[in-house]
Every structure is written in structure tokens, then in C-alpha cells.
């Protein structure tokens, strides 16, 4: 097969079409057969065994199926019902990822803090927090006290992707240190010279 493979190198012939079909069609294949039994192992059997309530699942499987038959049109509900949970699980997520557990942290550190300037920094990070997602509303206008809080948060935002880009900069600036020193050092190993 490899040199059949090989053989492209000089020009396309029906030897390598020959073994092209075969890799292509043994690949294809392995995949539907594996397909199949993780089908048997997952969900027919679990059915079989008294989880009828997969059968849901199950058909709605077979509904996605339904674009290669003259009626299309059902493969659109599976697909919208999978659309529509991935983007709650991944709104939801994001919301408490980045939200919600940020504003929780903040206030963990203002009621266990005892230094004041830990309070005090605290309370800073809050009011960055709540002024960086003020930016983001776009339902009104960024005018008045509004709008200074909205750049105020901008402004934050800034400084930390700015910290943030800084240290990934450090990062691989002492990475390619390393790496030409590394170089240098075995070049002159190689050359005999001494450190």
C-alpha cells in the first residue's frame, strides 16, 4: 500500500486510485461499525434493560437523518433542540464563569478581609468589575456619570488585557532567551570553545 501511495509522486495512476478507494473505504468502514456498536452499547441495550426513556434520544437521532430523504424538514428539530441546549449550557457557564463567581470571589474577600487595605482593594475590584460590565450594555447611552463609569471600565479593561499581554510577552521573551542560549551553547560545544 505504501508504495502504492508513493506512486503519486510520478503521476496519478489507477494503481494509487486503487489504494486511495481502499484506505478510504476501510476508513469509512471502521467509523461506521464503531458508530454502530457505540448505538447498540449506549442506547439499545440501555432500552433494552428497561431505560425506555432513551428512546427520545434515539429518535431524534434518526430525525437528523431525515435531510437524505425527500422530507428535510425533520432533521430541523434535532438540530434546533441541540442548538438550543449547547447555547444554555454555554451561556450559562460563561455567565457564572465570568460573572457571577467573579462578583461572589469579591465579596468572599470583603467579608473575611481584616487589613484594610485588603478591603480596600476589595472594594476597588468590585467597582472595576461592575464598571467594566456597564461598558457592555449597550441598552443605554454611554452619557453622564453613565458614560464615566462606562469609559472608567474601559479603561480597566484595558489595563488588565495590557498586564495580561505584557506577562505572555515576558513569558516567551525568556523562552527565546533560553532557547538561544541553549543554541549558543551547543554550537560552541560542537567548536570545542569553552563557557
Same mark, same amino acid.
Given at each position: 500500500m505504501a508504495v502504492?501511495?508513493?506512486?503519486? =509522486?510520478?503521476?496519478?495512476? +489507477?494503481?494509487?486510485?486503487?489504494?486511495?478507494?481502499? @484506505?478510504?473505504?476501510?476508513?469509512?468502514?471502521?467509523?461506521?461499525?464503531?458508530?454502530?456498536?457505540? @448505538?447498540?452499547?449506549?442506547?439499545?441495550?440501555?432500552?433494552?434493560?428497561?431505560r425506555v426513556l432513551l428512546v427520545i434520544p434515539l429518535f431524534l437521532a434518526i430525525?437528523?437523518?431525515?435531510?437524505?430523504? +425527500?422530507?428535510g424538514w425533520m432533521a430541523r428539530y434535532p438540530t434546533a433542540?441541540?442548538?438550543a441546549i449547547g447555547i444554555?449550557?454555554? @451561556?450559562?457557564?460563561?455567565?457564572?464563569?465570568?460573572i457571577v463567581g467573579? =462578583?461572589?470571589?469579591?465579596?468572599?474577600?470583603m467579608i473575611a478581609a481584616k487589613a484594610p487595605f485588603t478591603v480596600a482593594s476589595a472594594l476597588f475590584a468590585g467597582i472595576a468589575t461592575l464598571c467594566a460590565i456597564m461598558y457592555f450594555?449597550?441598552?443605554?447611552?454611554? @452619557?453622564?456619570?453613565?458614560?464615566?463609569?462606562?469609559?472608567?471600565?474601559?479603561?480597566?479593561?484595558?489595563?488588565?488585557?495590557? =498586564?495580561?499581554?505584557g506577562m505572555e510577552f515576558g513569558w516567551f521573551i525568556t523562552a527565546l532567551g533560553t532557547w538561544t542560549e541553549n543554541v549558543v551553547n551547543f554550537i560552541r560545544a560542537l567548536l570545542g570553545i569553552p563557557y
Open positions: 502504492g501511495i508513493m506512486t503519486l =509522486v510520478w503521476r496519478e495512476n +489507477p494503481y494509487y486510485r486503487l489504494i486511495e478507494h481502499i @484506505v478510504i473505504g476501510a476508513g469509512c468502514a471502521h467509523s461506521l461499525m464503531y458508530g454502530l456498536l457505540a @448505538v447498540k452499547t449506549t442506547a439499545l441495550d440501555s432500552i433494552m434493560a428497561g430525525l437528523t437523518f431525515g435531510r437524505l430523504t +425527500p422530507w433542540l441541540l442548538t444554555g449550557i454555554l @451561556v450559562g457557564g460563561a455567565l457564572e464563569a465570568q467573579q =462578583v461572589r470571589s469579591i465579596g468572599e474577600e450594555i449597550y441598552t443605554r447611552e454611554h @452619557v453622564g456619570v453613565y458614560g464615566g463609569l462606562a469609559r472608567f471600565g474601559r479603561i480597566i479593561m484595558m489595563c488588565g488585557l495590557g =498586564v495580561s499581554w
